[in-house]
């Protein structure tokens, strides 16, 4: 089973589950990945207060007047410091020229700084991770004689455990509510969906109970706008299936009507041949039975011949190929040429020799062209003349195919009749209405429509008949496809 049925055999919701879910999952990752680092900053931003505090409310108890470096610790706000950070605090006090040390010496020294600066960062004491506030400035006065004041460097550091702690209980309240947003989402289209396709489970329950020869039109009413194009897309296939239905429906009843009569004629005869017990009289029953048999016999051929050329109505486009007109007459012409001789009628054929192509299906069109002639011979009077021709049409991208007669031609109700079914006309004689079947013309024009085409009939200048087919050429390079054919 190939991927695309497998698509379509899926239910809506889990198609859509299936598109949205990793959606939504990346954005709840992408989201907590950026909530992460927005918390990371907060929260050293928030800790870093403390120690910025911690270090500024030490340099203020910092002192130079006994020649030395002094510090008077503020051990109230270390203990508060230190009850805040629920770790332990270390600090450091120097000189950046490493003489005086007061504090926990073994802490990491800090970053280059600059005068009046205050960094922080991150560093590991004894194997700990630490969080270090550092601040350098110069002394009052120099110490120890020097020509100028040194600098002084206060370090402030804490353990990270309190401050991990408020990142991940940020991260989980993130987490939780992020999920909650997914899930109420979730559900929200889960039910949006739901009422979306409520119209069309409704519509899809109407069409089940719909009776099979039921082909009425659809009520869109109700349903999605986007939904309506494919109600009328169904409804136009409604509309075709009924006027097929019609079509077939006519089309059985004209061949029983047809077929009904020389039946019942060949009934009778067979019953008079099996009564009589002259051997002549049956002999006569029988030899009048064969018009009857050839009769029934070319009405069921064109019978077939109809039924193909309407269902060539349905053929898809990729289904034509280029035919070469001039080669097709001239097979047509040799198909009828013993019947011509028959009645001393000359065959003439006005084509050019290169390839002249048009679209189409060449059995149908062969089909068409057949009938053409053959009526052309019937109505022909002996020693008369038959003209197959192809051209190019006036108009652009069509071609025309014409059979041209000396027989009597058509008045003008018949002209205005030609190509309906079983359309002999009332004024054709006995005989005439014997041999034909009134199918041939509507062959004719049912495989002109089929191919996008039409044919027409009318009177010559002087005496005959000229019945045309209008074919469309193709587009592209016909001889091309015709080799390639």
């Known amino acids: ?27 709840l990752a992408a989201g907590l990945w950026l909530s992460a680092a927005s918390l990371h900053d907060l929260s050293d931003s928030a800790y870093d207060r403390s120690l910025a505090g911690a270090i500024r409310a030490i340099d203020l108890n910092v002192s130079t007047e006994s020649g030395g470096v002094g510090v008077e610790l503020p051990y109230p706000l270390f203990e508060s410091f230190q009850a805040t950070a629920s770790g332990e605090v270390y600090y450091r006090i120097a000189t950046d020229d490493g003489l005086v040390q007061i504090g926990d010496a073994l802490l990491p020294p800090p970053p280059p700084l600059a005068v009046g600066e205050m960094r922080f960062y991150d560093a590991t004491y004894f194997d700990r991770p630490i969080r270090v506030a550092a601040f350098k400035r110069p002394l009052d006065r120099p110490l120890y004689g020097a020509a100028s004041a040194q600098n002084i460097v206060i370090e402030v550091a804490e353990t990270t455990g309190s401050r991990e702690a408020f990142r991940r209980d940020l991260i989980r309240r993130a987490i939780s509510r992020d999920a909650l947003a997914v899930l109420v989402a979730a559900t929200l289209l889960a039910l949006g969906v739901r009422f979306a396709l409520a119209p069309l489970s409704a519509l899809k329950d109407r069409l089940d109970r719909r009776e099979p020869d039921d082909r009425s039109r659809l009520d869109g009413a109700g349903l999605p706008r986007e ?25 059985i009843d004209d061949a029983s009507h047809q077929l009904k ?9 067979v019953d008079f041949a099996i009564r009589s017990a002259d051997p002549e009289a049956t002999r006569r029953t029988l030899e009048a039975m064969r018009p009857v048999i050839d009769r029934a016999g070319r009405t069921t051929t064109q019978l077939l011949a109809l039924a193909r050329a309407e269902n060539a109505l349905l053929l898809e486009p990729s289904q034509e190929a280029a ?45 068409a062209l057949s009938n053409l002639l053959d009526n052309a011979l019937r109505a022909s009077p002996r020693g008369g003349r038959v ?14 195919v014409e059979v041209r007669d000396e027989g009597p031609g058509m008045d003008k109700n018949r002209l205005a009749r030609a190509g309906e079914r079983f359309a002999t006309g009332p004024d054709a004689i006995a ?31 002087e005496k005959g008949l000229v019945a045309s087919l209008r074919l469309s050429a193709p587009l592209g390079d016909g001889a091309a496809q015709l080799k390639a054919g």
């Open 387 to 400: 003209v197959l021709s192809a051209a190019p049409s006036r108009d652009a991208g069509w071609l025309d």
């Open 431 to 461: 005989g005439e209405a014997a041999a034909r079947t009134g199918l041939g013309l509507a062959i004719v024009a049912t495989i002109a429509r089929a191919h996008g085409g039409e044919m027409r009939l009318r009177n010559g200048v």
């Open 261 to 269: 009569t020389p039946i019942a004629v060949l009934r009778s005869q």
């Open 227 to 251: 939904v309506r194009p494919l109600v009328g897309a169904m409804n136009d296939l409604l509309q075709r299936h009924r006027e097929r239905g019609e079509a077939q429906r006519r089309f």
């Open 1 to 27: 089973m190939s991927a695309t049925a497998r698509n379509t055999s899926r239910p809506l919701w889990l198609t859509l589950a299936l598109w949205t879910l990793p959606g939504l999952v990346f954005l």
């Open 323 to 367: 035919v070469d007109l001039p080669r097709l007459l001239r097979e047509v012409a040799r198909l009828h040429l013993a019947e011509a001789r028959r009645g001393r009628i000359d065959l003439e054929i006005d084509a050019p020799e290169e390839p002249l192509l048009a679209n189409g299906s060449e059995p149908l069109l062969f089909e």
